[in-house]
């Protein structure tokens, strides 16, 4: 079993996060506070806590011919989960960075990814891979 992560990001609207993290995403609530509130992110803990507007990393970098945010989280998932998914996003009218889509067609590395924002900003990649020992491949 891998060990959960823990990863805590900046919101600048919990009313928001909730309803994106639950309504959207399907994760469920932890523990919750006036300024914080903990999220089931597929086995992982995500923590939103309230912050004063912070500026936003908005640098990218070139991968596979897409811009993709120097800074993003998100989570790998099984392919017809991920395909599911990116299903759902489209059909609840997501404003993707990047549309889900294969990356690294037929070379080591092939996955599915997608990007998009959450109603703070931040930036995640939702990714599956048809063959998970291909997560680290290089060759």
Not at 17 to 46: E, M, P, S
Request: hydrophobic content about 40%; proline content about 6%.
């Amino acid at each position: 079993m891998i060990p959960p992560f823990h990863l805590a990001i900046p919101v600048d609207d919990l009313e928001a996060a909730h309803n994106f993290y639950t309504g959207i995403l399907g994760c469920t609530v932890g523990r919750t506070d006036k300024k914080w509130i903990d999220f089931n992110f597929y086995g992982h803990q995500l923590v939103t806590h309230l912050a004063t507007p912070i500026s936003k990393l908005i640098d990218e970098n070139g991968v596979d011919g897409d811009n993709v945010p120097a800074f993003h989280f998100g989570v790998i998932l099984e392919w017809e989960k991920w395909e599911k998914l990116s299903e759902r996003l489209i059909s609840e009218k997501i404003s993707f960075i990047i549309k889900p889509r294969i990356r690294f067609k037929g070379k080591p590395g092939e996955q599915g990814t997608m990007f998009f924002r959450d109603p703070a900003g931040n930036a995640l990649e939702i990714k599956s891979f048809k063959d998970m020992r291909q997560i680290f491949a290089t060759k």
